[in-house]
């Protein structure tokens, strides 16, 4: 009784202060994982979390022991994450300088440019068939994939995709991030899908595609050395036999800024609108 009846009081005397203190707390939570999604940090975020819950009804229960205990371990903890996570604390803090990332669904506009010249890029490798793998980053940074591979923050350009991969140069050989309106990197390790439900027929290349998508709210083009055949895969599920147009579509649909088509639409009626005028 004695336990609900803290609780009672504690809530009684909760004041405007204390919610907007829990909401700003919540939040920073919020971003943090968000930054740190799909990297090596983010398990131990986790972990961290719930120690510090667990703490917390420590606190709450009285037991002096267990909380000192709980309090020790976060601060040794704390110290520990930011020596052995720096160059993941160091990029989620550039990605929050920053603002989102490429191909977001908000506030950066898209640059039809560079979905043609991937379209492009994608449509010649097909023709010739010559195997790709390009991976579009949305919200959810890649950092931990770009480091696996050779950095180029190159802009997108058709001629410049079809080198990567063509057989036999150094970097044909993983998979192209891009981000930001540039090829971030080549040549980076993707993560392979367990799941049991993938055709046999898919290789390592579709395979890998479907698992970084299972990962990550990004959109990935692959291109089949065997067939020639365009495939994109998003949220663990893929969707073949792409031609050029139907491609250009389908990226266009998923990565085209609703704000910009909205404004675009709304900057048209008012045009319309002077003219009737």
């Known amino acids: 009784m004695n336990f609900l009846e803290n609780?009672?009081?504690?809530?009684?005397?909760?004041?405007?202060?204390?919610?907007?203190?829990?909401?700003i707390i919540a939040y920073v939570i919020y971003k943090l994982f968000s930054l740190l999604r799909n990297t090596r940090a983010e398990q131990v975020l986790k972990g961290l979390i719930f120690v510090l819950i667990f703490a917390s009804i420590a606190d709450l229960l009285n037991l002096n022991t267990v909380s000192w205990v709980m309090n020790q371990f976060l601060t040794v903890a704390l110290v520990f994450i930011i020596v052995v996570f720096q160059p993941e604390l160091r990029s989620a803090l550039e990605r929050l300088g920053r603002g989102r990332s490429l191909f977001s669904n908000d506030k950066i506009q898209r640059d039809e440019r560079s979905i043609n010249e991937l379209v492009s890029a994608m449509s010649s490798l097909s023709r010739q068939k010559i195997g790709a793998l390009v991976v579009l980053e949305r919200e959810v940074g890649l950092a931990d994939i770009i480091e696996s591979g050779t950095k180029l923050d190159a802009d997108i350009s058709s001629e410049l995709l079809i080198n990567i991969f063509i057989p036999n140069t150094p970097l044909h050989d993983g998979a192209v991030i891009i981000r930001k309106n540039t090829i971030a990197a080549a040549a980076c390790y993707l993560p392979l899908s367990s799941s049991n439900t993938i055709s046999k027929e898919l290789g390592t290349r579709h395979r890998a595609a479907i698992g970084i998508s299972e990962k990550s709210d990004c959109l990935v083009v692959i291109v089949s050395e065997e067939t020639g055949n365009i495939s994109v895969a998003e949220n663990g599920?893929?969707?073949?036999?792409?031609?050029?147009e139907s491609l250009r579509i389908r990226l266009k649909n998923d990565l085209v800024n609703n704000e910009t088509i909205a404004s675009a639409?709304?900057?048209?009626?008012?045009?319309?609108?002077?003219k009737e005028k």
Request: no cysteine; hydrophobic share 45%.
């Open 237 to 244: 599920k893929i969707n073949r036999y792409f031609d050029e």
């Open 7 to 23: 609780i009672i009081t504690s809530l009684m005397l909760i004041r405007v202060t204390d919610i907007i203190d829990i909401a």
């Open 265 to 274: 639409i709304k900057q048209k009626k008012g045009e319309a609108n002077e």
